[in-house]
């Protein structure tokens, strides 16, 4: 099992930033993929950013040239730097960690980008 906890969640002005961090703890070894995900209407979660352990990104075209996703693999832990943020980024922003057999999931962190 793994658990993961998000942090850096909050409220921000429309051109400002904010940084999530997600540790995973627990069966870390079998992780080889972390990303972050956000709901989308009529769908149930949307892919923001995603990392793998050896640095391979892939981005949302909405977010690519302002989100920026790194990892470190020491501290088993993911980071989601937003940039330039607009109030359509307002959401609720889940943790995904994948193994070849599972995925996990944070409880989500809440961004609200005002006008």
């Known amino acids: 099992q793994v658990q993961l906890v998000e942090s850096g969640g909050g409220l921000v002005q429309a051109g400002g930033s904010l940084r999530l961090s997600c540790a995973a703890s627990?069966?870390?070894?079998?992780?080889?993929?972390m990303g972050w995900y956000r709901q989308a209407p009529g769908k149930q979660h949307e892919l923001v950013a995603s990392i793998t352990r050896d640095g391979s990104t892939n981005y949302a075209d909405s977010v690519k040239g302002r989100f920026t996703i790194s990892i470190d693999n020491a501290k088993n832990t993911v980071y989601l730097n937003m940039n330039s943020l607009k109030p359509e980024d307002t959401n609720v922003y889940l943790c995904n960690a994948r193994s070849h057999v599972a995925a996990y999931w944070g409880q989500g962190t809440q961004v609200t980008v005002s006008s």
């Open positions: 627990g069966s870390t070894v079998s992780i080889n993929a």
